[in-house]
């Protein structure tokens, strides 16, 4: 599956964005599909995630409260609607596709597809 991620920008902070995944080759019904980001210095951390057979959403710490994932399957697109931006959300998002067990929902390790990355900046 190749995945494709768009909507990144620079913002100030308090500021939303929506960020899209729009997934090509398989449909996305078939996989857990995850949010993660880097910032610079670094390393990637997990942000969100749903998974496929029942829609269950988990969150990072961070965001919980702020941002949500969604899916719809027709379209092959995941989002992550992110609210109440801070400039500690300055990353690279990427969105990400697999089929991790329960335990492995928040490893970048159990995610078999990536897309390219869409920058974020949130200035303060």
């Known amino acids: 599956v190749q995945l494709q991620a768009s909507g990144g920008g620079l913002v100030q902070t308090g500021d939303s964005l929506r960020l899209s995944c729009a997934a090509s080759g398989r449909p996305i019904r078939s996989y857990t599909m995850g949010w993660f980001r880097q910032a610079p210095g670094r390393e990637r951390e997990f942000v969100a995630t749903?998974?496929?057979?029942?829609?269950?959403?988990y969150y990072a710490d961070s965001v919980k409260g702020r941002f949500t994932i969604s899916r719809v399957n027709d379209k092959n697109t995941v989002y992550l609607q992110m609210n109440s931006l801070k400039p500690e959300d300055t990353a690279v998002y990427y969105c990400?596709?697999?089929?991790?067990?329960?335990?492995?929902?928040?490893?970048?390790?159990?995610?078999?597809?990536w897309g390219q990355g869409t920058l974020v900046t949130v200035s303060s």
């Open positions: 749903m998974r496929w057979s029942i829609g269950s959403t």
């Open positions: 990400a596709a697999g089929t991790p067990i329960l335990s492995s929902l928040t490893e970048s390790s159990a995610y078999a597809y």
